[in-house]
């Protein structure tokens, strides 16, 4: 069976799964359309929130950005399953104790006014919506390459596959609908590792292939990786930092506090019948993140070297002298998997030199004896442009793996993607339906009006999403990036003060938003435009780039969520305190008495 076959097979086969689970799982009341009816088992739960947590950013993107960034790449694993243990820790069993399935409705609840769920709705929507650009991105890239459409019309896909599952089954459909792309996306990642680890260095776990030797050479795969991008005029692969180490460290805080405040992910702790579950449901949720996450940093690594072993074969396994004519590949003979992704424009050939050779460097070096090299080669700049967010679906086609495990890979990307974007759909459809229409605009509504009302807004949902990911600000991991300083600087620091000071009151939390979404979306669209739209940049305004300290607009969410914290407690100070009432009920919630049973989401 040819490849592009395999490819239609193993994508149908799951996207026929999806659909099916959907019409299974229908939801029929709001507490099913919102919280699966609070019956899902803690294991499912665990690899439901996986599968939700684990999104285009982390399958499609995150080796990629490893991979081109090196140690420095490190973050995003650190920021992002640090934050998965604060969230399980912190906040998730508070919140699930509380019992709102919303977090817009336990900041309203919490902070007794209306208008600070309105702020709290507010903050959800704006990370909600740029999360989802960096998945339809991501969706946009896998549908290009392994359907042979664009781009463009790889997002209309992923629209109406999502519109199908989402729509009508709600969190019921898609809590199960995620059990099974979990399946398919960790397959998927973990079986061409597994391939390519026993190819590269004879070691069947990835994990440990990344520090073993590689096959017939006395030297670790790390090693060879730093000695041949330095040659390469990178910097070396095992100590580049993102940055100044600051901007690394602020980053890192910003990806950590934002995961914990993503209300996508906290919705699915409201899932399961009781506060233990929603505990043990996290701890589950780790153990199958972590078999993900493990493997990223092999995956990178050892697609970095296979990049360049493709490009500059000698250099790689037998070390012959990288600036010998003969070491860049011809171009004519370049590999078929190179002339299938230069269709989708994510990799670009340009010989700029004439002499039908691809030659791949970092010209934008620093390192003076290494530019004067490339000159006297007859360099004339890099010619290969490979763009981070296919690093990881390039991976089997470099290493000439079987076209079964291209088609798995295929589908456990559009798995990934489509999974996280039915959970962040869920969120800005019960927080326009439940929490701006139920909560606020029209207390009386049916349960049938609300429902349909959190349908219509999630369809609205969809329509926006894939506008803005034909438009995106950047890679699908850099997208993904800001929306969690969207959060860290807005929800992360009005939840944990809503469980952990019973002093807070409304104005300060409200206060506290606003600062914090503000100073963010100000630095944010300084940098990538007003609302993403390209050509409204006011850099000049701010000073230039990076203008506080270095630090990118990607890391600034965590200074947002400092000014947040400190205009909260300002304000705090200067009005009146909570009624009694809210602080007996904020201590209650911390207290575990009690706990064995909660009542439900209403």
Request: charged share 15%; with cysteine; hydrophobic share 50%.
């Amino acid at each position: 069976m040819d490849l592009q076959t395999t490819i239609y097979l193993m994508v149908g086969l799951s996207f026929s799964l999806y659909i099916g689970i959907a019409i299974w799982a229908r939801a029929g009341t709001t507490s099913e359309f919102y919280a699966a009816g609070g019956a899902v088992h803690p294991v499912l739960n665990g690899m439901a929130t996986g599968a939700d947590w684990m999104s285009a950013a982390s399958f499609i993107s995150m080796a990629g950005l490893i991979s081109n960034m090196g140690y420095g790449g490190g973050l995003f694993l650190m920021g992002w399953t640090g934050g998965y243990v604060l969230l399980a820790m912190l906040l998730a069993p508070y919140l699930r104790k509380f019992g709102k399935f919303t977090v817009p409705q336990f900041i309203g609840d919490r902070f007794y006014s209306k208008g600070a769920s309105l702020v709290a709705v507010v903050c959800l929507l704006t990370a909600s919506l740029t999360y989802i650009i960096g998945q339809m991105t991501g969706v946009g890239v896998a549908f290009s390459r392994f359907l042979g459409v664009s781009s463009e019309v790889g997002i209309y896909v992923g629209m109406g596959i999502v519109f199908l599952y989402a729509v009508f089954g709600g969190m019921k459909g898609i809590t199960y609908t995620q059990v099974a792309q979990y399946v398919v996306l960790i397959l998927a990642y973990t079986i061409p590792a597994i391939f390519i680890s026993l190819q590269l260095t004879g070691n069947f776990l990835p994990q440990l292939g990344l520090g073993s030797n590689i096959v017939g050479q006395d030297v670790s795969l790390l090693a060879k990786l730093d000695s041949v991008v330095t040659d390469l005029g990178f910097g070396r692969y095992t100590t580049t930092t993102a940055g100044s180490t600051l901007n690394m460290f602020v980053y890192t805080m910003s990806l950590m506090i934002g995961t914990a405040g993503l209300p996508h992910v906290i919705m699915r702790f409201f899932t399961v019948p009781t506060v233990k579950d929603a505990r043990s449901s996290a701890g589950w949720a780790l153990v199958f993140i972590a078999i993900l996450y493990t493997t990223a940093p092999a995956v990178a690594a050892m697609a970095k070297i296979n990049l360049i072993r493709t490009i500059t074969p000698g250099v790689v396994m037998s070390g012959t002298d990288i600036y010998a004519k003969d070491s860049a590949i011809e171009a004519e003979k370049r590999p078929d998997w190179m002339k299938r992704w230069e269709k989708t424009g994510l990799l670009k050939f340009e010989d700029k030199n004439g002499d039908g050779r691809i030659q791949y460097y970092n010209d934008k070096s620093k390192d003076e004896a290494f530019n004067a090299k490339a000159a006297a080669a007859g360099w004339k700049g890099n010619e290969l442009d490979v763009n981070a967010d296919i690093i990881v679906l390039a991976n089997p086609e470099i290493a000439l793996l079987p076209n079964w495990v291209i088609g798995l890979v295929a589908a456990g990307g559009l798995a990934a993607a489509l999974s996280t974007a039915a959970g962040l759909l869920m969120a800005i459809s019960s927080a326009v339906s439940h929490d701006l229409i139920k909560n606020i605009f029209v207390p009386d509504i049916s349960e049938k009006g609300e429902l349909l009302a959190g349908k219509i807004s999630m369809a609205v949902a969809i329509v926006v999403a894939g506008y803005l990911g034909l438009n995106p600000p950047g890679f699908a991991a850099g997208t993904v990036a800001l929306a969690f300083g969207i959060a860290a600087s807005s929800l992360f620091p009005a939840i944990m003060m809503g469980i952990f000071s019973k002093k807070m009151n409304k104005e300060g939390a409200m206060a506290g938003m606003l600062a914090g979404l503000s100073i963010t979306l100000f630095y944010v669209f300084a940098h990538k435009g007003l609302f993403f739209i390209k050509g409204t940049e006011y850099l000049g305004l701010i000073g230039g780039p990076n203008p506080f300290f270095g630090i990118t607009p990607e890391a600034f969410g965590a200074i947002g969520a400092l000014v947040n914290f400190a205009v909260a407690f300002l304000v705090d100070k200067v009005t009146p305190e909570p009624p009694e009432h809210i602080q007996h009920m904020v201590e209650a919630v911390r207290v575990p008495r009690g706990s064995k049973l909660v009542n439900g989401a209403h």
